[in-house]
């Protein structure tokens, strides 16, 4: 089992930038696959980015293709979302999520076991 710290979220203006942080409690941390989800109010949770255990290999959400970045450091069993331009459409509570496998990198909420209690980001206009 891997317990999951999100950190970095606050208050922004539209177009700034800010990055996110999502800690593991687990030194094993490289045999996990990660996503990033978010939840708007009134809205379901939905996929922003992933990542795969090595880092190689990374999917993205149309809505934030070419504004965030999805990279992770597993020698700090952390994994971060830069996220660019924001709008503020991108109001919401962001939560990263980890799996365990070998399989492809996927996409579904529902595919991951683990989560972060979540880290609210606001981008005012």
């Known amino acids: 089992q891997v317990q999951l710290v999100e950190s970095g979220g606050g208050l922004v203006q539209t177009g700034d930038s800010l990055r996110l942080s999502c800690e593991a409690s687990?030194?094993?941390?490289?045999?996990?696959?990660v996503g990033w989800f978010r939840q708007a109010p009134g809205k379901e949770r939905a996929f922003v980015a992933a990542i795969s255990r090595s880092g190689t290999i990374t999917y993205y959400g149309d809505s934030v293709k070419g504004r965030f970045t999805i990279s992770r450091d597993n020698a700090k069993n952390t994994v971060y979302l830069q996220m660019s331009s924001l709008k503020p459409e991108d109001t919401a509570v962001y939560y990263c999520?980890?799996?365990?496998?070998?399989?492809?990198?996927?996409?579904?909420?529902?595919?991951?076991?683990?989560w972060g209690q979540g880290t609210r980001v606001t981008v005012s206009s």
């Open positions: 999520a980890a799996r365990e496998s070998t399989l492809p990198v996927v996409v579904t909420s529902t595919r991951y076991d683990y």
């Open positions: 687990r030194r094993t941390f490289s045999s996990y696959q």
